[in-house]
C-alpha cells in the first residue's frame, strides 16, 4: 500500500478522517488511577494516624 492509496477521498481536494475509540480501556485506566487515588489517601491517613499515636 502507498501512501497515496492509504487515504482515498470522494472528493476533489477532500480528506477522510476515521478516528477509533476505544472504550473499554479509557474505563479501565480511569478505575485503574482511581483506586490508585483512593490507596494513596487512605495510605497517608493510616500512616499519618499511625505517627499521631507513636506506633511508629
Request: a negative charge.
Amino acid at each position: 500500500m502507498s501512501k497515496k492509496d492509504c487515504c482515498e477521498t470522494t472528493e476533489q481536494g477532500g480528506s477522510s478522517v476515521k478516528v477509533s475509540v476505544d472504550v473499554t480501556k479509557i474505563v479501565k485506566y480511569v478505575c485503574i488511577a482511581g483506586v490508585l487515588i483512593v490507596g494513596i489517601i487512605f495510605g497517608s491517613k493510616c500512616f499519618s494516624n499511625l505517627l499521631e499515636d507513636e506506633i511508629i
